[in-house]
């Protein structure tokens, strides 16, 4: 039966091969965190080029729309791409639509950078209309990824290797950062700018604007670099066997990339009879919960999640760390930026990844999601409730007095249970709990879920965010609830995501055919030959 043929997988040692998928599927991560995050970066700076006005006495700053456009598009492409190449890799298999969703974002990361104009709107707007592209192409990687390596992996590992590729998410984040500081840097010295409030329109020079376009495009190199070995990668076994019913291409696929001897004629299975469709009873009885638990603690996961990510900056601003804008000139301004985001995905995002790798297949995924949602809360609260007193008073640089660091390390250690928590898992267990030939699917339903939920966070945090006082506001910004509020709501909504992570099993240490029931389905399965034999080297 095909159970047979596939426990060879859950059984095999783990092999080099495991490790070469790993960095296939994880540059994809890379390059999708790398894309995603270095906006953040660059953001102040397409203010300053594009949206200078000379008679408000402010270095320039992207309007509201154009802002929550600019943060927001790429999730928008992100999640469509979830659903139709999660759709999509069920349909014509993992292999068949993999390469495009690289090519996809080597295309529009240069593209992207690329963007052309002569105004700010023409600029703006192609800008938006690649991003959207891009977010496609990176929705696209989120299914397939995480299905090919949880179908790739042994029962023993499974857990530590989907984390691993996930992981490259937070090497992806700490590039943006190190290579907008390096790009900023270079142009600093090579092109010294006077400070805004000594000379506004000198602060920026000219060259300023080839520095966001050398960020975007550097995200194409890494994707690039793994497209050959990506489409060199064969079907998954699982696909192969379960959707496909072939299982002497399966075992023949197999034997190409781990070490197992394969000894078969011709084989093909029978379709089980009570293979169920995703919007069935059948599926809703079995599933449906579960859906329900993924695709909601990753909703309320990535508002917080991506609030915080996309919007450092202005929490640091806010606090002290980061001095107004006058104090400094625009590539100041991105190197300050870049260097505060990146200490904090070396001190604490990073870390928190690789610390699920270690641990996850010993503590379990129930566990490290439930304490993770516990800990963002706890301190996202313990950021929120004294935040006046962790800011400051403001004084012309802007607030003094405060408790930075304090709030810096709070701020930082919601991103570390992030990681080593809801953040990996989230991206993890939709993988293992349904059958292969919906896998793809629930998996992207979940993920666009998530990304509805960063679309909530960057629209609604950019907004939110603003001063309870007009005049304290940025331009063109109604007032908002004020980050202190804010910051209680994002608290708020990671103590929701605890909540609902009751309604998601635990998947350790079980096939993925128990976990999906599709054993129980060959049991009343009519295989049509004798199928293949395998046995581990």
Known sequence: ?????????????????????????????????????????????????????????????????????????????????????????????????????????????????????????????????????????????????????????????????????????????????????????????????PIFSVNPVASTPPEADYVWRLIFMFGALPAAATFYSRMKMPETARYTALVEGNLKQAAKDMSKVLEVEVGAEAAKIQGATNKYGLFTRAFARRHGLQLLGTTTTWFFLDIAFYSQNLFQKDVFTAVGWLKNGKTMSALDEVYKISRAQTLIALCSTVPGYWFTVALIDRMGRFTIQLMGFFFMTV?????????????????????????????????????FF????????????????FPARLRSTCHGISAAAGKAGAIVGSFGFLYASQSTHKADTEAGYPPGVGIRTALLLLGGCNALGLIFTFLVPETKGRSLEDLSGENEEEMVAAPATTPPSIQQV
């Open 1 to 193: 039966m095909a159970l047979e043929v596939l426990s060879a997988l859950d059984k095999a040692k783990t092999q080099w091969y495991h490790f070469t998928a790993i960095l296939i599927a994880g540059m994809g991560f890379f390059t999708d965190a790398y894309d995603l995050f270095c906006i953040s970066t660059v953001t102040k700076l397409l203010g300053r080029i594009y949206y200078f006005n000379p008679a408000s006495g402010k270095p320039g700053s992207l309007p509201p729309n154009v802002a929550a456009a600019v943060n927001g598009v790429a999730f928008c492409g992100t999640l469509a791409g979830q659903l139709f190449f999660g759709w999509l890799g069920d349909k014509m298999g993992r292999k068949k639509v993999y390469g495009i969703t690289l090519l996809l974002m080597v295309i529009c990361s240069i593209a992207s950078g690329l963007s052309f104009g002569h105004t700010a709107k023409s600029v703006m707007t192609t800008l938006c209309f690649f991003r959207f592209w891009l977010g496609f192409g990176i929705g696209g990687d989120y299914p397939l990824s995480a299905t090919i390596m949880s179908e790739y992996a042994n029962t023993k590992t499974r857990g530590s290797f989907i984390a691993a590729v996930f992981a490259m998410q937070g090497l992806g984040i700490l590039a943006g950062g190190t290579v907008s500081l390096i790009v900023a840097a270079a142009f600093r010295k090579a092109f010294p700018a």
């Open 379 to 415: 301190f996202m609260f313990a950021l929120a409730i004294p935040y006046n007193n962790l800011r400051g008073d403001k004084c012309p640089d802007g607030y003094c007095g405060g408790h930075h660091m304090t709030f810096i390390v709070l701020y930082s250690l919601t991103f």
């Open 418 to 433: 992030a990681n080593f928590g809801p953040n990996a898992t989230t991206f993890i267990v939709p993988a293992e709990l």
